[in-house]
């Protein structure tokens, strides 16, 4: 994948995450408060916070190119899943397959150069 695609895929990513996290918290709080008991709510919100300092790590990892970008990407799909929310259950998922897909990318892309520097150093 080109760098550009790259960045701005991880970046289309994590505004997706924060964007269903937001609509969580406005859903369980502002628009049907009367439908949800305390814990559900304090549940939704303690999920939200988490999700905002995992998803805020996942840009700047990723966009580093680092391994642990995509696999705190992977770990906030899996807190994206315990939210009880459907939307977020299918979003988690396909998450975590694209943050699998990055990191063997990545790996695949580490192997190369790896490869290109014993050839060179072999010379």
């Known amino acids: 994948m080109d760098e550009k695609k790259y960045k701005s895929v991880v970046v289309i990513w994590g505004a ?3 964007i269903l996290q937001a609509l969580a918290l406005i859903n369980v709080v502002g628009i049907n408060p ?5 814990l559900t709510k304090l549940i939704t919100a303690f ?16 966009l580093k190119k680092k391994k642990a970008g995509p696999i705190i990407g992977m770990i906030a799909g899996v807190v994206n899943i315990i939210n009880f929310n459907i ?25 190369e150069k790896d490869k290109k ?7």
Request: charged residues 10%.
């Open 47 to 62: 999920i939200a916070v988490v999700m905002i300092g995992l998803v805020i790590a996942y840009i700047i990892l990723a």
């Open 16 to 18: 997706i995450l924060l």
């Open 87 to 111: 939307l977020n259950f299918i979003a988690g998922v396909i998450f975590i397959i694209y943050c699998a897909s990055i990191l063997a990318s990545i790996n695949k892309n580490e192997n």
């Open 34 to 38: 009367d439908g949800y008991d305390q």
């Open 117 to 123: 520097q014993e050839v060179s150093e072999n010379k």
